[in-house]
């Protein structure tokens, strides 16, 4: 079985930067381990510039409109309406990646995840797309996901947050040079402070860079690291753009100085600094010194900036822009889709999970305290290695959750994701719980899914096995990956 075609158009370096391309690729790789086969449209110097990429498959730019896809998404702000309009024209499905209302759109998707953007500001200029806006979609990596876990795990058990080893990260190309401004201003820290300096390969300045780094007692230098997650998470400070790594250095809660490189970077910059995120800094060495040696004094705000870029950024971006990629499924009177679950879903979560019947097959048969359900449900938002899910029913008041699932990495019996999965009680035998199936079958088709089944319970029994589930060991089925072709 082979999955839906995506294609990539997007560009990188100069001027254009990395941040385009990066978040393409996060993308791409996340349709990828939901089957999609995908490539990627760039020129030479794009490709070459951004290591993400490597391992996409590539079209020259100009072979893009002639090549099949079930998929365009577009991110840039060079390739115009007229691009957008031949696609539309061929009958392609489209999504765009922006930064701004600024520009018209013939897409079916667009994406904007500006901090504050709201999906009414594309009403204008993007009329017949459905608009996907706000922080809560950012595409960000999944290593950002599980350092952010390993991370504030590791914070929570100190008085305060330190400030030994400091992010200096200004864009993959940096033309204008800011991470040798921002070196040249905070030298007399070193060796006190360890500077981690963050460069792409074709950095226009990356020999002078690489000279300062050298002069400074105990600095490292870091060009195109394969662990950039990794690498920020063993950080206590950072100085940083802000554009695209703003929302990292959000989710990872790393607090941060943000430099604003490029015009359009400043609306959402300056929202981080009203969230208490980060603090903005201008452009010159005077002020980046002053800032900086504030931030450093402060323990109080670092750990206040820290906590609030992790409230607005928790990772699950990706998983917000592929579940609208999903085809609904029919039930008995409707459709259905899945949508993540997120904070102010507590409350409905636990009047489901209270109900009789839902408790009736449950692994433990007493209904959670309010107190229990709280801290049980912060965690399942958290953990990198669960996603939970609601069935919502199309309706013409708009979507209505009628079910969830969850899906659980473990290792045993053997390796894969466990679901379990309810049908909210007013809904019952209404072919919610095969649709959900489906769908969840849809979200991880390149892994196991593993069930666990009381003896007893003859319905879901009945459910699993007409959904291709078959049993392995006492108590649990699985349904083998659906998709076995290589992620090429």
């Not at 691009?83 to 209302?101: C, F, M, N, S, Y």
């Not at 330190?162 to 800011?178: C, F, I, K, M």
């Not at 206590?236 to 359009?264: F, H, K, Q, V, Y």
Request: charged fraction near 25%.
């Amino acid at each position: 079985m082979q999955g839906p075609q995506a294609i990539f158009r997007c560009e990188a370096g100069g001027t254009t930067g990395l941040g385009h391309a990066v978040r393409s690729s996060a993308l791409a790789h996340r349709l990828q381990q939901a089957g999609w086969r995908v490539s990627v449209a760039i020129s030479d110097a794009g490709y070459a510039a951004v290591p993400d990429l490597a391992d996409l498959p590539r079209l020259r730019p100009e072979a893009m409109l002639e090549a099949p896809a079930d998929l365009f998404v577009i991110d840039g702000y060079d390739f115009g309406l007229d691009l957008e309009q031949k696609l539309r024209k061929a009958g392609r499905k489209l999504l765009v990646i922006d930064d701004a209302p600024t520009r018209r759109h013939e897409a079916d998707l667009l994406l904007d995840s500006t901090l504050g953007r709201t999906a009414d500001e594309y009403a204008e200029v993007a009329p017949h797309a459905c608009v996907l806006a706000g922080a809560r979609y950012v595409p960000l990596r999944p290593a950002f996901r599980r350092a952010r876990a390993e991370r504030w795990e590791r914070l929570k058990l100190l008085p305060e947050l330190p400030a030994q080893r400091v992010l200096v990260s200004l864009g993959g190309t940096d033309p204008l040079n800011h991470t040798g401004t921002v070196l040249e201003a905070l030298a007399p820290h070193a060796p006190a402070v360890t500077f981690v300096v963050v460069m792409g390969p074709s950095a226009a300045h990356l020999e002078t860079v690489r000279a300062q780094v050298a002069a400074l007692p105990g600095a490292e230098l870091h060009i195109a690291p394969t662990d950039m997650a990794g690498l920020m998470a063993g950080c206590d400070l950072a100085i940083g753009a802000g554009g695209t790594s703003s929302w990292e250095r959000c989710c990872l809660g790393l607090p941060s100085l943000a430099l604003i490189i490029a015009d359009n970077q400043r609306p959402g910059a300056e929202r981080l600094a009203a969230s208490g995120a980060a603090w903005l800094v201008e452009d010159n060495a005077a002020a980046i010194a002053n800032r900086f040696a504030d931030l450093l004094a402060d323990a109080h705000t670092r750990r206040t900036m820290a906590e609030a870029g992790r409230a607005l950024i928790d990772g699950r971006g990706l998983d917000r822009l592929l579940l609208p990629l999903l085809p609904m499924q029919s039930i008995l009177d409707g459709r259905v889709s899945l949508r993540l679950m997120e904070r102010d879903d507590e409350a409905l979560l636990l009047d489901w999970q209270r109900h009789p019947e839902t408790r009736r097959y449950a692994r433990s048969a007493a209904a959670p305290t309010e107190t229990e359900h709280a801290a049980w449900f912060r965690k399942l938002l958290e953990a990198p290695d669960r996603l939970p899910l609601f069935v919502q029913e199309d309706t013409p008041a708009g979507p209505r959750p009628v079910g969830y699932i969850r899906l659980d990495w473990r290792e045993a019996p053997q390796p894969g994701w466990e679901i379990s999965i309810a049908t909210a009680p007013d809904h019952y035998r209404r072919g919610i719980g095969r649709a959900a199936l489906t769908l969840a079958a849809a979200v991880v088709p390149r892994d196991t899914i593993l069930a666990h089944v009381l003896p007893e319970n003859e319905a879901s029994h009945g459910l699993f096995r007409a959904a291709g589930y078959l049993p392995f060991t006492e108590g649990w089925y699985r349904l083998s990956p659906r998709l076995t072709e290589s992620l090429a």
